[in-house]
């Protein structure tokens, strides 16, 4: 989770390759017990779709999706994205520490955030 101090720094640049690949798997239970017992076997690269590169806060903060609520939750983050909430828990930190995204306040038990103006296009 050290990305949102690396952002920061100038001059740094990050290219994420987005790629298709087959999964090969095999059920050991005797091995990997926090996947009951699936272990990957091997990775075969089918096709690079493309890349992305993320150079600053605000090329980062473009992954929070267009019709995301104001202000929002990492359970709305979730919904927008279609993943699980962990990753949106996790996306909310690393934009939090970016300066992205700020809390504003709570819902419930659930910290409410808005995405910080200066960043908007």
Known sequence: MSIPQLIA???FEIKL?????????KHDPSR??????WVVMERRLV??????TIADVAALSTFLPD????PFTTSDLA????????????MAYCLRHCAA????????????????????A
Not at 79 to 90: F, N
Not at 102 to 109: F, L, M, S, T
């Open 101 to 120: 995204i700020e809390p504003i306040g709570k819902r419930g038990n659930a910290v409410e955030y808005h995405r910080i103006p200066t960043l908007l």
């Open 9 to 11: 720094h100038p001059g």
């Open 17 to 25: 390759v987005l790629t298709i690949e087959d999964e090969y798997r």
């Open 79 to 90: 919904s927008a994205v279609d993943r699980p909430i962990r990753l949106a828990q996790q």
């Open 47 to 52: 096709e690079i779709e493309g890349t992305v």
């Open 67 to 70: 019709e995301l609520p104001e």
């Open 32 to 37: 990997a017990w926090r996947r009951r017992g």
